[in-house]
């Protein structure tokens, strides 16, 4: 395991499932002295369950929080994880720039990084960054459930996970450094990969898959047989519409903002399935 110096504060934004377990993980491995929680939503469940050490509604409440907890000291560096729906990232790097500025010249935001299963999104609103652009790279853990909420967080959820690591142009050599390491004390596996390849990628090894898992349960939950697929069904159909129990709005963010490489992903599976059963027939 790569030895990561301890942070003074690990901000996570977004403390649902994924974001809880990445809580529970840098808690676990002592990888900073104080993990905060920022959400509105789920932030108090994940408190009282242990992932976090304190909760925040807001970005910009972070710098008096991080001074309380840190005993009134003016000097401490905040490591930044984004865990919400990619459709929130705009809002989030412009708070983020904001933040920036209200910090003392003793106070500094080492590096940021988000888990967002699309791209194209990321860099568009990456513009909103502004200087923070050079302490950003942009992450995609492989691991994940369809199971949802802080409740269900597992501090294990990494452990040999595949983590896809794209940088931005203005990313700098030692954020990238700094986030590898954090995603490897954590049990995953970094993995560089060009930010323009990713979603052409993804639409092939995880978006399809997804839109095929809840199209096939969609089609049976409206079919005439539903109730004997219920009933009757074996490990064939279970293991291939598992994942479709997954948040669906969440997948839905991600659909959407992966529309086109995802439908020409689509196009070819089906021409494919055609082609297929055509030859067969």
Same mark, same amino acid.
């Given at each position: 395991m790569a030895s990561t110096a301890s942070l003074d504060v690990l901000a996570i934004v977004g403390t649902g499932f994924m974001g809880a377990s990445i809580a529970a993980a840098a808690k676990r491995r002592g990888i900073a002295n104080h993990v905060i929680g920022i959400d509105r939503q789920s932030a108090q469940q994940a408190l009282s369950l242990g992932h976090i050490d304190a909760q925040a509604e807001s970005i910009a409440q972070l710098p008096q929080l991080c001074s309380q907890r840190l005993a009134q000291n003016d000097r401490f560096a905040i490591a930044i994880v984004i865990a919400s729906p990619v459709h929130t990232y705009s809002q989030i790097f412009s708070e983020l720039s904001n933040l920036s500025q209200m910090l003392k010249a003793s106070q500094a935001i080492t590096w940021i990084t988000d888990i967002g299963s699309t791209k194209s999104g990321v860099l568009k609103?990456?513009?909103? !960054? &502004?200087? =923070?652009? @050079? *302490?950003?790279? @942009? #992450? /995609? +853990?492989? *691991? &994940?459930?369809?199971?949802?909420? +802080?409740?269900?967080? $597992?501090?294990? =959820?990494?452990? @040999?996970? $595949? %983590?896809?690591? #794209? $940088? =931005?142009?203005?990313?700098?050599?030692? *954020? %990238?450094? *700094? %986030?590898?390491?954090?995603?490897?004390?954590?049990?995953?596996?970094? #993995? !560089?990969? +060009?930010?323009?390849? /990713?979603?052409? !990628?993804?639409?092939?090894? #995880? /978006?399809?898959?997804?839109? %095929?898992a809840y199209s096939l349960a969609g089609v049976l939950a409206g079919s005439p047989l539903a109730g004997a697929a219920q009933a009757l069904h074996g490990g064939g159909l279970r293991d291939t519409t598992r994942i479709a129990a997954s948040s669906p709005e969440l997948w839905a963010d991600i659909f959407l903002d992966n529309r086109e490489q995802l439908l020409a992903a689509w196009s070819e599976w089906s021409l494919h399935v055609e082609v297929t059963c055509r030859g067969h027939a």
């Open positions: 609103a990456a513009n909103n !960054l &502004g200087n =923070l652009a @050079s *302490a950003f790279v @942009s #992450s /995609h +853990p492989m *691991a &994940g459930s369809e199971k949802h909420g +802080p409740a269900d967080a $597992r501090a294990d =959820l990494f452990q @040999s996970a $595949r %983590v896809l690591i #794209s $940088r =931005l142009p203005q990313s700098t050599d030692n *954020a %990238v450094a *700094a %986030v590898e390491d954090f995603w490897i004390t954590l049990g995953g596996q970094p #993995s !560089l990969l +060009p930010i323009e390849e /990713h979603d052409e !990628l993804l639409a092939a090894i #995880s /978006h399809l898959p997804h839109a %095929v």
